[in-house]
Nanobody, 123 residues
Framework: QVQLVESGGGLVQAGGSLRLSCAASGRPLSNYAMGWFRQAPGKEREFVSGISRSGGLRSYADSVKGRFTISRDNAKNMVYLQMNSLRPEDTAIYYC????????????????WGQGTQVTVSS
């Protein structure tokens, strides 16, 4: 079992930045690829970004490419999502998750989830 806790969400104006953190416990995160997803009201949960176990491979949704950066610190059992140039359409609950295998974009490919952190971007 892996327990995940996200933090760093909040209210920010369009064009601003936030850094989300995901703290893991239970097992070393170095064993797993990780992902960030988000879910806006009335919408399905969608893939935002993923990172391989070593951090050498990263993947981004087209909607965030060039604005968001995923990173990890395996020594600290942490995963991060730096979000720049935020837009109102980025408003959602953001979740980190542990991949069952490699980086994947589908919700079903992830085994463990955090409780989420709210990000609200005002126009």
């Amino acid at each position: 079992q892996v327990q995940l806790v996200e933090s760093g969400g909040g209210l920010v104006q369009a064009g601003g930045s936030l850094r989300l953190s995901c703290a893991a416990s239970g097992r070393p995160l170095s064993n797993y690829a990780m992902g960030w997803f988000r879910q806006a009201p009335g919408k399905e949960r969608e893939f935002v970004s993923g990172i391989s176990r070593s951090g050498g491979l990263r993947s981004y949704a087209d909607s965030v490419k060039g604005r968001f950066t995923i990173s990890r610190d395996n020594a600290k059992n942490m995963v991060y999502l730096q979000m720049n140039s935020l837009r109102p359409e980025d408003t959602a609950i953001y979740y980190c998750a542990v991949a069952a295998s490699t980086i994947a974009t589908m919700v079903k490919e992830y085994n463990y989830w955090g409780q989420g952190t709210q990000v609200t971007v005002s126009s």
